[in-house]
T-cell receptor, first 110, second 111 residues
Framework: ETGVTQSPTHLIKTRGQQVTLRCSSQ?????VSWYQQALGQGPQFIFQ???????GRGNFPPRFSGLQFPNYSSELNVNALELDDSALYLC?????????FGPGTRLTVT | KQEVTQIPAALSVPEGENLVLNCSFT??????LQWFRQDPGKGLTSLLL?????REQTSGRLNASLDKSSGRSTLYIAASQPGDSATYLC??????????FGAGTRLAVHP
């Protein structure tokens, strides 16, 4: 167990809708990163938050946005969902070099 | 732009074999390299982390090596077991814990 939890486990949305995914990190882990993993692929870096500020973004459009809260929880928001957004979304909290991944949220867009 | 490649993409072996999984990366300016295990539909479990100044790390039946200058890492699994069946992912950290992953090697160990 990594101590990182994510909710919900599974989610089905319709194209064009908006979705919020949640992550709860271990106490003291002030860095959280989000990754998208399409079927059969490795995870791709979406963005990272450090002390509630965005600290780098991968090659994802602005309709992917995030928030980090003082209680070590964070959110990933995706607007105007597209079919290609169907994937496993992983959050990872870190202290130092070690990253601890949550179990992921499986998002299906129909 | 950093690219990470893993070979082979899939591997099926009988129980007891010693295995070598390969990972290559294009930019040698990395802070560390990590190997992860992922079971179907699940999150990632960290197996080994090698700092850029290190050559190898060992944990139980697992041994990972790093040759930064040639852009290569190998994960060695000794005496494989059916419980080792999973996807193994290699990831490099180019800075600030932003990992770049390979597509993984799907391993099946049959009794």
């Amino acid at each position: 167990e990594t101590g990182v939890t994510q909710s919900p486990t599974h989610l089905i949305k319709t194209r064009g809708q908006q979705v919020t995914l949640r992550c709860s990190s271990q106490s003291g882990h002030n860095t959280v990163s989000w990754y998208q993993q399409a079927l059969g692929q490795g995870p791709q870096f979406i963005f990272q938050y450090y002390r509630e500020e965005e600290n780098g973004r991968g090659n994802f459009p602005p309709r992917f946005s995030g928030l980090q809260f003082p209680n070590y929880s964070s959110e990933l928001n995706v607007n105007a969902l597209e079919l290609d957004d169907s994937a496993l979304y992983l959050c990872a909290s870190s202290v130092g070099y070690e990253q601890y991944f949550g179990p992921g949220t499986r998002l299906t867009v129909t | 732009k950093q690219e990470v490649t893993q070979i082979p993409a899939a591997l099926s072996v009988p129980e007891g074999e010693n295995l070598v999984l390969n990972c290559s990366f294009t930019d040698s300016a990395i802070y560390n390299l990590q190997w992860f295990r992922q079971d179907p539909g699940k999150g990632l479990t960290s197996l080994l982390l090698i700092q850029s100044s290190q050559r190898e790390q060992t944990s139980g039946r697992l041994n990972a090596s790093l040759d930064k200058s040639s852009g290569r890492s190998t994960l060695y699994i000794a005496a494989s077991q059916p419980g080792d069946s999973a996807t193994y992912l290699c990831a490099v950290d180019g800075g600030y814990n932003k990992l770049i992953f390979g597509a993984g090697t799907r391993l099946a160990v049959h009794p």
